[in-house]
């Protein structure tokens, strides 16, 4: 299997291990922590990303990127932890797109300046911001789009391109996307990022990172990695590998009910907004059109004043008010209450996030019954 067989044929098969020994249909789990050093080139050991069901799962996903090479981590941190420190050192600074997954923003402020790495968050999504920004000793540039909860659209080539003029690397979190929707390698980003916890694996019961770049570059942060010791079990590189068969199909479904979940929500009297790249109104949509192939499957709205959020959440009896996303079964959850706690009520409106915000990440049920599950939410909420 190679690139030139088509996305859902690499989804099935790019990356599997043959079982010579009894022909079965799928691939073997090697769980040796131990491998012989007498005959072979490679050093196997799971620390070092080498084993086989590791170094199969990588060649999959990088598929599904258009990238040369990938490195599966023990989390989506893991994978950004482990770009971040092995590009970056005591003197340098990053330019950071300030709507960024809370994990990362934390890493940043927590633990860059122990090791006297600088950065600037860049508030606005203007290309132009990006560039006054830059500084002498400005390495690189991160940034994520569709951002999290408001479903920003970022400007992926404009940023590749300014990033080249000027000798920075880019690092794309395209987890919102998932590669069906996104791939910022094609772009001219060097490296993308997906937290596989969400809709690589899909089914809410997986925590894995994984990065994608070119050859030497991956080799660069394989050496890091291997410092930090942050790979993932074989056990759990399998089931990832056993989901990403059906990504296509599951993301493909998804984006679907997000789409008409979006035009289902706009014209009601108890939805004051919606946020949806798919959306006309959405001032990303052009952009996204551009640069994605689907506007994806979260999307967020804020509810009317007359509505209790709490009763609202405890009314729902599919959508689950959980805190990740990506899976199979739709979930909701209010940013104001999770993700962005930990900010004052002031910074949370200069970001745009209403009390009343409520995100919600599609799952693969039927559209009817969600709609009817909001509406029926919706009026035993009302105060
Ligand atoms: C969940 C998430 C992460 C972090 O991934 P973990 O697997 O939880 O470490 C990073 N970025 C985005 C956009 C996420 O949703």
């Given amino acids: 299997m190679n690139h030139t067989h088509g996305f859902k044929t690499r989804c099935v098969h790019t990356g599997n291990i043959e079982d010579n020994l009894y022909h079965g249909a799928v691939s073997p789990i090697f769980l040796s922590s131990a491998y012989g050093f007498l005959d072979q080139e490679v050093g196997r050991y799971p620390r070092y990303f080498t084993t086989p069901n590791q170094v199969g799962l990588a060649q999959k996903i990088a598929s599904l990127e258009n990238a040369q090479a990938g490195l599966i981590l023990g989390s989506g941190m893991a994978a950004i932890t482990a770009v971040l420190f092995s590009h970056l050192k005591s003197g340098d600074h990053l330019l950071v797109q300030q709507d960024l997954y809370g994990g990362s923003t934390n890493l940043i402020r927590e633990e860059f300046s122990k090791y006297q790495m600088d950065y600037t968050f860049v508030s606005s999504f203007d290309i132009e911001d990006f560039k006054k920004a830059i500084k002498t000793n400005t390495k690189g540039i991160f940034i994520e789009t569709p951002s999290n909860p408001l479903l920003k659209i970022m400007d992926i080539e404009s940023i590749a391109r300014v990033a080249k003029e000027h000798g920075l690397w880019t690092l794309i979190d395209n987890t919102f996307a998932s590669p069906v929707n996104q791939n910022p390698i094609d772009f001219g980003i060097d490296m993308v990022m997906h937290s596989a916890t969400k809709y690589l694996g899909g089914h809410s019961d997986i925590c894995a990172g ?32 056993r989901s990403i068969k059906t990504l296509f199909i599951r993301v493909k479904e998804q984006t679907k009910n997000a789409h008409q979940l979006a035009a289902f929500l706009e014209p009601m009297k108890s939805i ?63 940013p104001k209450m999770t993700s962005h706690i930990l900010l004052t009520d002031q910074e949370r409106r200069q970001q745009g996030i209403e009390d009343q915000l409520v995100r919600f990440s599609l799952g693969i049920e039927n559209i009817e019954d969600l709609k009817s599950d909001i509406q029926q939410a919706i009026h035993h909420s009302r105060l």
């Avoid at 994984?210 to 394989?222: E, F, G, M």
């Avoid at 996204?288 to 729902?316: E, N, P, R, T």
């Avoid at 805190?323 to 959850?333: A, H």
């Fill in 210 to 241: 994984v990065l994608l770049s070119s050859h030497k570059t991956i080799s660069k942060i394989r050496d890091f990695a291997k410092n930090l010791g942050a790979s993932l079990s074989d056990n759990t590189a399998w089931l990832l590998e």
């Fill in 272 to 334: 004051k907004k919606v946020y949806y790249p798919g959306l006309k109104t959405h001032p990303g949509h052009q952009l996204a059109s551009k640069q994605m192939k689907d506007y994806g499957a979260m999307l967020s709205c804020v509810l009317d004043d007359h509505i209790d959020l709490i009763s609202f959440f405890k009314s729902l009896k599919i959508f689950k008010p959980v805190i990740s996303l990506g899976g199979v079964e739709s979930g909701v959850s209010s």
